[in-house]
């Protein structure tokens, strides 16, 4: 069953580092919605999907999901999967860079294709 996805107030900030690489992001991600994170190398996409899915310690505030709150849930029980787990059917997908190393062709077609999965499946990536 797919869940909403909340940030509220995250801080990721990397041992020996002055500045975080997350710093007080609060957003939410409804039940079944698709988001897309796009920035420069270097800004926190990743930093971003390797906190909810439990990889990266949180500094500060809390994530959630649905109404769990899953901040210091270890990653083995968070039920969230990247896009080669579909199998498994998680309440959260979580896609990293997918379409980075494909060309324009392949990418537009990649696109559609996991537009329509995600309809199918209902499911919040």
């Known amino acids: 069953m797919s869940q909403r996805v909340s940030f509220d107030g995250v801080s990721v900030?990397?041992?020996?580092?002055?500045?975080?690489?997350?710093?007080?992001?609060?957003?939410?991600?409804?039940e079944g919605e698709l988001l897309v994170l796009v920035g420069p190398s270097g800004c926190g996409k990743s930093t971003f999907l390797r906190a909810l899915a439990g990889l990266e310690g949180v500094s500060s505030g809390h994530i959630f999901i649905g109404d769990r709150d899953v901040t210091r849930v270890p990653a083995k029980d968070r039920d969230v999967a990247m896009g080669r787990a579909i199998v498994r059917e998680p309440q959260v997908f979580l896609m990293d860079e997918t379409l980075s190393n494909l060309d324009a062709q392949l990418r537009v077609q990649t696109r559609a294709q996991i537009a329509t999965l995600k309809r199918r499946l209902g499911t919040t990536m």
Do not use: H
């Not at 990397?14 to 975080?20: D, L, Q, W």
């Open 13 to 30: 900030t990397y041992p020996g580092m002055s500045s975080p690489a997350l710093d007080d992001v609060s957003l939410e991600v409804p």
